[in-house]
């Protein structure tokens, strides 16, 4: 495989689908995988898009058939990556982002060890549940169940590579940026890129 998989984490509200969705737009050569989920869908998404939404039925006979490279349970939802898409993109020199929680990034190393690991923070404990209420999506008991969450889901942010404080989004952009260009600078795929150039020049 010559792409790159990223592996971004976040507690939910710290900005994290956000912050991809400007990193995708703004660079070549990156996609994020769209997961399959069996939440309901929420105003304003759209399957495909953001996920593809999966009755329960279907998504476990996926995972009977190893479809999945990662699945995982959060807050009653079964989520899962398609193991085949994943693989292809890669092949082809695509890099790939995987907006999953710690558990499924847990399951990713294992099978992927050189997979590049970023975890995203919120500037605080207010406004991680500020951005929690703002998005007004969510009954009382669905944001306090995740601010519980939260503190458990942050302290896993040691097992990642790297470490983001999402305070000014702009910056947090650049920053997940400046990690994407450095590892495409990297000995292993610079290598592979220009196989024959190095060839030559050793020749």
Known sequence: MTGTLYVISAPSGAGKTSLVKALIDSMENLGVSISHTTRPIRPGETDGINYHFTPVDDFQA????????????????????????VEQQL???QDVILEIDWQGAQQIRQQIPEAIGIFVLPPSKEALEQRLRGR????????????????????????????????????ALTELRSIIHSQRLSTKPQATRHKTLIQNLLS
């Open 136 to 171: 007004g999506q969510d009954p009382e008991g669905v944001i306090q169940n995740r601010l519980a969450q939260a503190a458990e889901e942050m302290a896993h942010h040691v097992e990642y590579n790297y470490l983001i404080i999402n305070d000014d989004f702009e910056v």
């Open 62 to 85: 996926m995972l009977g058939r190893s479809d999945f490279l990662e699945h995982a349970e959060v807050f009653g939802n079964y989520y899962g990556t398609s193991k085949s898409w």
């Open 91 to 93: 092949l082809n020199d």
